[in-house]
Every structure is written in C-alpha cells, then in structure tokens.
C-alpha cells in the first residue's frame, strides 16, 4: 500500500550535515577572537626570552660567536688567552699548518714571492681626426711638453718639406695614384710610398682636410729651448716671436709662414693654450715649420724674463698706444715681438712684462687685423728697418 504524503511535512523530516563535518579549515572563521587570540600568544612567545624564540639579546649562550670567530656576537679574545698551536688533527685539513704557524712575509721562502709586475704595454693612440688608430703604438714624453708622439701631415708643401728635412724620422709615406704620377722624383726613396685610394686617406685624415693626396706620419722636430737664442747669429737684426695664447693652429701656421718668409729666429708659444704642431698647422705653414722653430714654455712670463737677460728688446703689439712699431724698432738689433689673441690682446701679466708697447699705423676703417695679419705686417716693419 503506497502512501503519499505532502511535501511540505518532508522538509522538516530532511537532516543537514553541519559545516564542520564538510570541510573543517573552509568552515573555520576568518580573523575573528581565535586569530586574534593566536597573535598575542606568539607575541607573548617571542618575548619569553631564553625558554621560548627570545629576542637577539635573550638567546641562550649555544648561539654566541666563538672567541675570535665570525658573527655579530662573538666575544673578544683575551689578551691572556693561550692560542692553540700545532696541525689540526682532524679534518681534510689536518696536515695544514695553522695561521699562527705560518711564516712572516719576510720570513717566507722564494717559493711565496711574488713575481715581478709587467710592464704596461704602451699606449695606443688614436689617429688624428677620428681613425682607427693601430697604424702606430707611441709613448708619452719623459722628458718634453707630452707632444712627442707622431702625426698625420698632410698636403703637398707640407709633406715634402717635411720628407726633405734631414732632422725629421718618417714612418709612413701614404699617397694616391694621381699625387705619385705627378710628384714624381720629388718622392723619396725612405720611406717607400704605399698607394691606397682616396677614400682611405679622407677616412684617415680629419674631416675636410685638403690632402691633395699624401699624408706622412712622421716623428715631431726637436724643440732647441729659449735657451738656444742666447748668442746673436750675426749682425743683422735678429725677430723672435712670442704669441700669447694664440690657439687656433691655422693662425700659429701662417705665423710661421711669414716668420719664414721675413726670416725670423723662432716662434714660442707656451705649452698649455697653443695647439699641437699636426696636420692642420704643417698644412697652414705650408714648409714653415720645417725652416723656423716652434718653440714651447711653461710660462711666458719667466721667457720674457730670459730673453731680456740675452739683450732682447721686449715689444708689445697693441693698438692703444701712440708709438708705432717701425719708430719701437728703428734702433733696436734683437727684439722680442709679444702678439696676444684676436678677442682678449696681450695679458695684463705679458703686458706689464714687456719694454714699450706699439703699435701698427691703420686707417680706422677696421677695429683690429687678423692675428696671422698683423704678424705678417709686423715682421715686414721689422725686416724693412
């Protein structure tokens, strides 16, 4: 016999399992006092001291460093402590002697010395204007201004000057088909000239540069010294240049180009604020620096000072005075001719250093002339008087 019964009295009859009994950690409340509970006592744990996880200070003395041993609690070794000597007598290290038993630095055998140190191998330096570089290793000056090392010239009267002078050593020798077809016999024989293309030398040379198709690496001339304008050369009247902080090397070259040109001693600059005797200024000379020493001080002052004690007539070159120069120099035999830089002149130091002061006579229609300019037209007032 089947018996129905509504289903509204089934629900009541139906049984649920608790949460606990499906999963207990899911069903376990989250923060709640039972968590807060378990905070204080880990905390009330952790300041316990030594009988539970104590703090640095309260930790029992099993984790305290050894006497004279590692770790941010180790105790000092006493001074009255007696050191453990002999070999360890176990360990893989047994046979090693201890580091007390070891011998003194000075004490060990040849066996523990050190060895001699290398010598640096020698600087590379890189070619000018940006090239690769490994075309010559030179070394720095010992005993000059540091500008010792060879350089790049480049252009036909700057190269063949320079091939032509007996007191240069040349190491390369660099020119294109065209400059060997029309150089010619001019070439010499040492060093031996290589052909390469022209876009090996535009690489090689700085950007620009006018190298009608040579360049020569080649050693720098000997500097002389101030020192070797102490005795007249004769009984002309004998111009030496002195330039103050002139930096532009095409203005230091053409300088050099009239001091050939009207037969001038020497050029001096000083070490510091005057450029290097390389390509630019050899091409600027144009052979000048082959004929007349460039000559290089520490300080211009103290040159002055020596060349007024071999009879120099010291002269500077400025524009805001009233005495020209041919009337400076018309009864002087060696004069000292100081030119100063385009923007700035003579220096109140090089100044106050020199005998007289003149000047060049100009119209007014110009503030000043050209530094290079000026030394031309003061060398010809020079060489005409």
């Given at each position: 016999?089947?018996?129905?019964?509504?289903?509204?009295?089934?629900?009541?009859?139906?049984?649920?399992?608790?949460?606990?009994?499906?999963?207990?950690?899911?069903?376990?409340?989250?923060?709640?006092?039972?968590?807060?509970?378990?905070?204080?006592?880990?905390?009330?744990?952790?300041?316990?001291?030594?009988?539970?996880?104590?703090?640095?200070?309260?930790?029992?003395?099993?984790?305290?460093?050894?006497?004279?041993?590692?770790?941010?609690?180790?105790?000092?070794?006493?001074?009255?402590?007696?050191?453990?000597?002999?070999?360890?007598?176990?360990?893989?290290?047994?046979?090693?002697?201890?580091?007390?038993?070891?011998?003194?630095?000075?004490?060990?055998?040849?066996a523990?010395?050190?060895?001699?140190?290398?010598?640096?191998?020698?600087?590379?330096?890189?070619?000018?204007?940006?090239g690769?570089?490994?075309?010559?290793?030179?070394?720095?000056?010992?005993?000059?201004?540091?500008?010792?090392?060879?350089?790049?010239?480049?252009?036909?009267?700057?190269?063949l000057?320079?091939?032509?002078?007996?007191?240069?050593?040349?190491?390369?020798?660099?020119?294109?088909?065209?400059?060997?077809?029309?150089?010619?016999?001019?070439?010499?024989?040492?060093?031996?000239?290589?052909?390469?293309?022209?876009?090996?030398?535009?690489?090689?040379?700085?950007?620009g540069?006018?190298?009608?198709?040579?360049?020569?690496?080649?050693?720098?001339?000997?500097?002389?010294?101030?020192?070797?304008?102490?005795?007249?050369?004769?009984?002309?009247?004998?111009?030496?240049?002195?330039?103050?902080?002139?930096?532009?090397?095409?203005?230091?070259?053409?300088?050099?180009?009239?001091?050939?040109?009207?037969?001038?001693?020497?050029?001096?600059?000083?070490?510091?604020h005057?450029?290097?005797?390389t390509?630019?200024?050899?091409?600027?000379?144009?052979?000048?620096?082959?004929?007349?020493?460039?000559?290089?001080?520490?300080?211009?002052?103290?040159a002055?000072?020596?060349?007024?004690?071999?009879?120099?007539?010291?002269?500077?070159?400025?524009?805001e005075?009233?005495?020209?120069?041919?009337?400076?120099?018309?009864?002087?035999?060696?004069?000292?001719?100081?030119?100063?830089?385009e923007?700035?002149?003579?220096?109140?130091?090089?100044?106050?250093?020199?005998?007289?002061?003149?000047?060049?006579?100009?119209?007014?229609?110009?503030?000043?002339?050209?530094?290079?300019a000026?030394?031309?037209?003061?060398?010809?007032?020079?060489?005409?008087?």
């Open positions: 016999m089947l018996l129905l019964l509504p289903c509204g009295s089934i629900r009541p009859a139906m049984s649920r399992r608790k949460p606990e009994a499906r999963n207990p950690k899911r069903s376990a409340p989250k923060g709640g006092a039972d968590r807060r509970d378990s905070r204080k006592e880990a905390g009330s744990r952790k300041e316990a001291g030594p009988e539970g996880r104590g703090r640095a200070d309260q930790r029992p003395a099993k984790f305290a460093g050894k006497p004279g041993g590692k770790g941010p609690n180790r105790p000092p070794i006493r001074p009255d402590e007696p050191r453990r000597d002999g070999p360890r007598k176990d360990g893989p290290h047994k046979d090693r002697p201890r580091r007390d038993d070891r011998p003194r630095r000075d004490e060990r055998p040849q523990f010395a050190r060895p001699e140190p290398r010598p640096e191998p020698r600087p590379e330096r890189p070619m000018e204007g940006g690769q570089g490994r075309e010559f290793r030179g070394r720095a000056s010992s005993h000059g201004h540091g500008r010792d090392l060879p350089a790049w010239l480049y252009g036909s009267h700057a190269c000057a320079a091939l032509h002078n007996p007191e240069r050593y040349h190491r390369r020798l660099l020119v294109t088909r065209e400059a060997r077809d029309a150089l010619g016999d001019d070439l010499p024989a040492n060093p031996q000239a290589e052909t390469v293309d022209r876009a090996r030398l535009d690489a090689l040379l700085p950007p540069a006018v190298h009608q198709g040579i360049a020569l690496l080649t050693d720098p001339l000997e500097d002389p010294g101030v020192e070797s304008l102490k005795e007249p050369l004769g009984e002309d009247r004998e111009v030496v240049l002195l330039l103050d902080h002139v930096t532009d090397p095409r203005n230091v070259g053409a300088i050099l180009r009239s001091a050939a040109a009207f037969g001038a001693r020497a050029v001096i600059v000083t070490d510091r005057a450029p290097e005797a390509g630019a200024l050899a091409k600027a000379a144009s052979g000048g620096l082959e004929v007349v020493p460039l000559m290089r001080v520490t300080n211009l002052a103290r002055l000072d020596l060349l007024a004690e071999y009879g120099f007539w010291r002269v500077g070159l400025e524009m005075t009233e005495k020209s120069l041919a009337d400076a120099v018309s009864d002087i035999r060696r004069v000292a001719l100081v030119l100063g830089a923007d700035e002149g003579l220096r109140r130091l090089t100044r106050e250093k020199c005998d007289f002061l003149a000047k060049l006579p100009m119209t007014g229609a110009v503030e000043s002339l050209n530094v290079s000026a030394a031309a037209v003061a060398l010809y007032e020079c060489a005409r008087g």
